[in-house]
């Protein structure tokens, strides 16, 4: 009698469960890859993500800091510019009393050379100076048109003391000696040239006030 094989379920699990082990190995080999290159990328996405926010956050801070930095510039321009402008107006005004008080002794009577030659000195002296001061500061700190203005006024400025008051004090009030009849000579064209003088300052002074209003944002 011939011996049948008889196969059981048993024998078939035994022969498939190497390979369904191995499967599940591989399985979870790969689950562990997958899961380490997901880790990664997500931690990749946060280190981009926040270093995206950490640029913006320190452009816009920058931004902000610029644009404040400008704004404060811009400000401290307009206040120098504004004190620059109104003491040029100041000193100008009084150099321009100066320039009166002048022409008030040269038209007396009986001009006082004292008087005269202390009118001379205080033109030549502190006004002259305060004058000069305010000039350049507003150059430094105003614009083109009005240091243009400036430098024209400073021209006349400087043509009016050569030609008129210089000589006059070299020829009244350099040596002793000088007559009431000396000033009455060379009076009257010395108060001409104040006069004119005082005009030319007058119409600086609304340079001044016209420019200083469009320079400070304040009138067209």
Not at 103 to 116: A, C, F, K, M, T
Not at 124 to 140: D, Q, V, Y
Not at 158 to 175: C, G, I, M, S, Y
């Amino acid at each position: 009698m011939t011996d049948t094989a008889t196969t059981t379920p048993h024998d078939d699990a035994s022969e498939d469960s190497p390979r369904s082990t191995a499967d599940l190995e591989r399985e979870v080999r790969t689950a562990t890859r997958n899961g380490r290159y997901a880790l990664i990328a997500a931690l990749c996405a946060a280190v981009i993500s926040s270093g995206v926010s950490a640029g913006s956050a320190i452009y816009v801070s920058q931004h902000q800091l610029d644009r404040t930095q400008r704004v404060e510039a811009v400000q401290m321009l307009r206040d120098n510019r504004q004190a620059a402008y109104t003491e040029l107006v100041a000193a100008l005004t009084a150099y321009v009393y100066g320039l009166g008080a002048l022409i008030g002794e040269l038209n007396q009577s009986i001009p006082d050379v004292e008087e005269i030659r202390a009118q001379v000195a205080d033109l030549f002296g502190e006004r002259w100076m305060r004058f000069g001061r305010a000039m350049t500061g507003a150059e430094l700190v105003g614009t083109e048109e009005l240091a243009g203005a400036i430098d024209e006024f400073g021209g006349t400025v400087t043509k009016f003391l050569t030609d008129h008051l210089q000589p006059f004090v070299r020829r009244n009030l350099a040596e002793p000696g000088t007559s009431v009849d000396d000033l009455r000579r060379d009076g009257p064209s010395l108060v001409t040239a104040v006069e004119q003088m005082a005009a030319e300052a007058e119409d600086f002074t609304h340079t001044i006030v016209e420019q200083g209003r469009r320079d400070l944002g304040i009138g067209p």
